[in-house]
C-alpha cells in the first residue's frame, strides 16, 4: 500500500459520477516517489508524496 514516510498520507476512497449520476467505488492514489533522506547523519531511502518532497527540498 502506499504511504508517505513524512506525513503518513495513504489513497482515499470516493466516488465516480458520471452523466448518468450512477456511483461506482473509486479509490483516489497518492504520488508517492523514493527519495533519499538523511537521518542521523545516515542516508535512508523512503517513499515520501511530492508535496512532502516539494517541503523538504525547500528546507534545504
Not at 470516493?14 to 448518468?20: E, H, I, L, N
Request: aromatic content about 8%; charged content about 25%; proline content about 3%.
Amino acid at each position: 500500500m502506499a504511504k508517505c514516510y513524512k506525513c503518513g498520507k495513504t489513497p482515499m476512497f470516493g466516488q465516480s459520477r458520471p452523466f448518468s449520476l450512477k456511483a461506482t467505488k473509486r479509490r483516489f492514489s497518492i504520488n508517492v516517489q523514493s527519495a533519499t533522506v538523511y537521518e542521523n547523519g545516515a542516508k535512508r531511502r523512503v517513499k515520501v508524496c511530492t508535496r512532502c518532497l516539494r517541503t523538504m527540498s525547500k528546507a534545504v
